[in-house]
């Protein structure tokens, strides 16, 4: 593992492990937020990770942004210029390469490097570098200082927080920009209007820009304060110098000239720009110049609905301008988070336990929490944003969310269903609060199956309508929108072939990008079974269960027995209407494809054949019989992985590792797991492998060190063999602390190829007291159940490779095609 030596966390964890204590003084210290921000210019790894200040499933995000791309969340580890430290950002994203949001940045000034009006406020003018090693972060704060000794903090709440600027100097007034017009894109539309009022040392501003995924804008309002109320100790200390503090703006057509208007001109007015419907390049902002002190507190608040309710948000979350306690109570909140996870911090291996912690902050983080921010409509449920989106967060954000977190995934699920309740369609994407483009399916479908099999007995305890939520889902598997990019599924093609056909003109005049059609057919198959799990616990009509069955089972239409690959038989391939097979190499868009494909979003499909073949999380016995039975389906594994198809930073492949289980062989998923983790995930700022795409790749990080995987819309997780000698995990809905105690925990088994004689294999498990029938799966009930979980480990291959998933029917994780769930 690659250790960092970018904040003072390490140093405190070493010391906590050196010295043998049995508990570091708490757990937001052994959060390293700074994992997964290396550029990702150059191949880089680029995990886009926010590292900036923010309470759990915060609205504002506050942190600096950089002038280099990509810049996803605005921040990048390295020598690159700073140009503002700005209100709200995305978390691990893809995406538009110059960022989401970066909104309403600020950027402090020496006072003696300039005079009000000839002030370097533009974005490119006032850039400037950061001196070396002076970025830290901890959950709920963030630090900077530029070369020229402005130190920068900030902390925050849900929809506000304060920015306190550090001057090497106070005998001039320093200055602070505040800046409209150059959110992360530098998209500005106009539609916007910013105010300063010298008197009341208030600074209200909106402003249209372009959301960092999909095709559409939106507004957003922020909100400053410069003068802090008479109530606190930081009066006197700050004082604007009204004749050299004001506005400047260009016209709508250029960045220059810039106009500067002090607040005691006669002609001192707003700034606005009527809506232009395009980028203009418009530099804009205000300029305050403040003196009295060396150090500058700004408190902010925002809002997506009006500058009153930001100005109101600030007032409300924070009265007192008391940066320790706001910063204490935001350190609180993280720790209230991080306690569901209990670990022996001082007997456990000091990178796991770091790389835990910090993944399970940023598995809280997003989606963000914008209740009572919705633009669109009135509210009586919770309302979050930033879904971006479900293709990536369905298969391990959500069930981490649901063992530890129900409460808050309740308000997320309410969040999903009252989408549907609005537009007709559970959402899939979105960014910016404005709908993001579909991947795959809707795997909005997959979240709510999911909760309906594991709360659907507390749902009205949670105040989730179960009615409305199947109806969701019926509607959304039956219903196609009239652009099935943004929402929903192509049902007119789905419910005809019973997979998705290429090169077919729907004669419903419904569109959409119509490619990825394999992989499209895979998602939907998922989506489907979602809705055949929910009708089933909810006790719907069997014919709906039988319906749902069915078409969870039309996987199967595309697999082409024909193709072949490296000696392997048979790959999801595309189809044509009439049944005719339309292949792609399976190695396409593998990350040793040999020529060049269109994957993602283009024409060819979301994945490679080879890694999305298996993706069919609900029936995975259909596909060991179609890869030619157990030997094959192992050799074929041990193939994808040895010949280079594995991609570790894209999802359909995050079970990959776990699939072993379902040819009756958990040592060597025990062994995989360990293969994907030490070879792909470290401390370091590169230790993401590829975006972590609103922490899905933190989640299945977490998961596989709990030594779990969970299967989409049921209740079983696989297990295996944990990274850590035990756990607790807490679920305070149903008040159970579950606690796992590996006997017979091997520190040697924490490497990507055990020694032999490493003790990394299940024996046994015993589940409050009873020993468990699988070795390879266990049930959620068992698992929020509270007692005692026992998984028994021991270093004989042989024996386990003998002992399989054990004895017994229910040996073998369930598959939908061999009469499982
Ligand atoms: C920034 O770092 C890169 C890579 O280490 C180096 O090539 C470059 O010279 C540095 N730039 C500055 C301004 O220090
Ligand atoms: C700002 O002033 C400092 C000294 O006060 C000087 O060293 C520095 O070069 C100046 N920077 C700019 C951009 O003028
Ligand atoms: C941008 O927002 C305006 C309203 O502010 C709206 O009329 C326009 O349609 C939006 N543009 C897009 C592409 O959504
Ligand atoms: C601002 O006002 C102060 C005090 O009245 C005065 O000394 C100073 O010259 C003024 N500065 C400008 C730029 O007008
Ligand atoms: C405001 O008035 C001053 C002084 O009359 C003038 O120089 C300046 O151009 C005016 N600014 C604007 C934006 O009209
Ligand atoms: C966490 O620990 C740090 C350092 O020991 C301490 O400053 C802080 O107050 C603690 N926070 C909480 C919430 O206990
Ligand atoms: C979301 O915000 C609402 C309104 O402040 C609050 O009641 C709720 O607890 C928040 N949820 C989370 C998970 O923070
Ligand atoms: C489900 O598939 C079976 C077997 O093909 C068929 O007999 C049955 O009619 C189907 N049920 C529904 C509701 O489509
Ligand atoms: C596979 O190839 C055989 C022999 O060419 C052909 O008869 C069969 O139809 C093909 N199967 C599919 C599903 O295309
Ligand atoms: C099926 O359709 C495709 C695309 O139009 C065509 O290339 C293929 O020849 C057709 N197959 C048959 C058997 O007609
Ligand atoms: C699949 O799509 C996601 C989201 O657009 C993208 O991040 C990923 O790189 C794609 N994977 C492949 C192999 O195309
Ligand atoms: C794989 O092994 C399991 C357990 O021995 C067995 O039940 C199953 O039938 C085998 N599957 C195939 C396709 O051989």
Partial sequence: MVPTASNTTRSLLVVFAAVG???????????????????????????????????????????????????????????????????????????????????FPLFPLLGSNCTFSDCPVGINQRQALRAANTDAASPGYFTTTLVNGIKFETTSTRRAGLIRFTYPSSTTPNHVVVDLTDDLQRSFQGNGRLTFDSTSGRVELFGTYFQSYGES???????????????????????????????YQSPATAATPLTFTPSTAANFSAISYAFAGATIPAQAGALISLQGGDSVTVRFGISMIS?????????????????????????????????????????????????LYSSLYRSHLVPANLTDENPYWDNTFPFYDALFCSWDTFRTVHPFLSLVSP???????????????????????????????????????????????????????LGVPLDDLYQALVDTAENTPDDWYTVGRQNTAWTTFDYIPTAWVDPSGKTGL???????????????????????VLNKPAS?????????????????????????????????????????????????????????????????????????????????????????F???????????????????????????????????????????????????????????????????????????????????????????????????????????????????????????????????ITIRGKPSESLCWIDFDDVVGGGEIVITV?????????????SGSKALPDSLGTGGF
């Fill in 21 to 103: 204590v049995v508990q570091a003084a708490n757990l937001t210290s052994l959060v390293n937020l700074f994992i997964g921000t290396a550029s990702g210019a150059n191949g880089g790894s680029g995990g886009n990770a926010f590292p900036g200040a923010a309470i759990p499933h915060a609205m504002a995000k506050v942190g600096i942004d950089v002038n280099e791309t990509p810049r996803q969340a605005g921040y990048i580890h390295d020598n690159s210029t700073v140009t503002g430290i700005s209100l709200m950002h995305d978390e691990g994203t893809g995406g538009n390469t110059a960022g989401g949001y970066g909104l």
């Fill in 217 to 247: 804008n939106y507004t957003a309002y922020g909100c400053y304060d410069f003068t802090p109320p008479s109530s606190s100790p930081l009066v006197g200390t700050q004082k604007i110098v009204a004749n050299s503090s004001g506005t």
């Fill in 307 to 355: 500058t009153a309710q930001a100005c109101a948000n600030a007032e409300s979350e924070v009265p007192s301008w008391d940066f320790d306690a706001v910063r204490a109570a935001s350190e609180g909140e993280w720790e209230s988070v991080l306690e569901k996870v209990q670990v022996n911090v001082a007997k456990e291996n000091a990178n796991v336990v770091e790389l």
């Fill in 407 to 461: 409460r808050e995934w309740a308000g997320i699920v309410n969040t999903y269903v009252d989408g549907w309740r609005h537009t007709g369609f559970i959402p899939e994407c979105r960014a910016n609060t404005k709908p993001g483009f579909v991947q795959g399916g809707d795997d909005g479908m997959p979240i709510l199956g999911d909760f309906a099999v594991k709360y659907a007995a507390h749902a009205s305890a």
């Fill in 514 to 536: 119509p490619t990825r059609e394999a992989s499209r057919t895979l998602e939907y198959a998922v989506g489907d079974f979602a809705v055949r799990q929910a009708a089933k």
């Fill in 544 to 632: 709906d269960i039988e319906k749902y069955t069915n078409r969870s089972m039309g996987f199967r239409n595309i697999w082409d027995p024909n193709q072949t690959s490296d000696g392997f038989n048979g790959f999801m391939q595309k189809r044509f209407a009439n049944g005719t097979f339309d292949p792609t190499p399976p190695n396409a868009c593998s990350p040793v494809d040999p020529v060049s494909h269109s994957c993602a979003r283009g024409t060819d499909n979301n994945a490679s054949s080879w890694e999305y073949s298996f993706f069919v999380p609900h029936s995975m016995a259909t596909m060991v019989n179609l890869m030619g039975g157990n030997e094959t």
């Fill in 634 to 764: 192992i050799s074929r594994l041990d193939h994808y992985y040895s010949a280079g198809y594995f991609l570790a930073g894209n999802e359909p492949g995050f079970q990959t590792p776990w699939l072993y289980h379902y040819a009756n062989r958990p040592d060597l998923s025990a062994l995989r797991v360990r293969d994907v983790v030490f070879n792909n995930f470290n401390t370091g700022v590169g230790g993401i492998p590829g975006n972590d795409d609103s922490a899905a790749m933190a989640a299945l990080l977490l998961f596989h060190i709990l030594g779990m995987y969970p299967v989409p819309a049921s209740k079983q997780l696989l297990i295996g063999s944990p990274l850590v000698s035990g756990f607790k995990l807490t679920n305070d809905l149903l008040g159970t602390t579950t606690s796992f105690v590996v006997d017979g925990f091997d520190p040697n088994g924490l490497a990507a190829a055990p020694p032999s004689g490493s003790a990394v294999f299940v024996k046994q």
């Fill in 794 to 806: 021991d270093a004989d291959q042989a024996a386990a490779q003998a002992r399989g998933c054990g």
